[in-house]
């Protein structure tokens, strides 16, 4: 069972792990963007640490309501309303329980990225961070690796495309040949979902 701490953990270690890929986030962000997404996403997982020590919510989703809100009031960027919407729709369907399976968390997770396409209108196959989202909650039922494993190679795969949201989309073929910022972004975030799990025996 997936407990407070255990999404707590979740956030701390993503939040580390973009403090660790600032640069080459921004670095993306540069080649087809505006050379913002490691600072925006490091602004944002700060802000997020700083509110859930503040306001220490005792559930999983209230954990994930709060970071998400403070992600859409602290990130100016296209991502810091995307990503506050991921986690606030992903907490508001896991409820109040004080556990979650990860079952209840791969079909929370589901209703989440389907905010985030409603929001951004991005599919798959859009050059977004929706092309690690979608497979990552696909192979959430396998467990966390199979999830990080599916992120990156999602956020890999976006590579050769072309942008057809976003800023980058304004490059038009411009943008083919350049990992898509927000795609590798998600998978650390999913990536630090199994960090998260790692971290359960050591409490
Ligand atoms: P901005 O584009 O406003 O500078 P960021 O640089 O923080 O914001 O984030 C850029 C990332 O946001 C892109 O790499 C892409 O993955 C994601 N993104 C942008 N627009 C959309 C959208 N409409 N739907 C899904 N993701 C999007
Ligand atoms: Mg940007």
Do not use: C
């Amino acid at each position: 069972m997936l407990d407070a701490d255990f999404f707590r953990r979740w956030m701390t270690a993503a939040a580390a792990s973009v403090d660790r890929e600032a640069e080459r986030l921004t670095d993306l962000d540069s080649a087809i963007g505006d050379a913002d997404h490691g600072s925006n996403m490091q602004r944002g997982f700060a802000a997020v640490l700083t509110t859930l020590e503040k306001e220490a919510p005792t559930t999983p989703g209230a954990v994930l309501t709060l970071a998400g809100r403070q992600l859409i009031s602290t990130v100016g960027g296209a991502s810091g309303p995307l990503y506050g919407t991921l986690l606030r729709r992903t907490g508001k369907a896991l409820g109040d329980a004080s556990e979650v399976t990860g079952a209840q968390l791969g079909e929370a997770l589901r209703v989440g990225v389907d905010g985030v396409m409603a929001l951004g209108g991005a599919a798959p196959g859009d050059k977004t961070m929706v092309d690690a989202l979608v497979p990552a909650v696909d192979a959430l039922g396998e467990g966390f690796t199979a999830a990080r494993a599916a992120a990156e190679e999602g956020a890999v795969a976006t590579t050769p495309l072309q942008a057809r949201k976003g800023r980058a989309s304004y490059l038009g073929e411009r943008s083919i040949g350049h990992q898509d910022p927000g795609a590798t972004s998600s998978a650390l975030l999913i990536a630090a979902l199994e960090e998260a799990a790692e971290g359960a025996g050591d409490e």
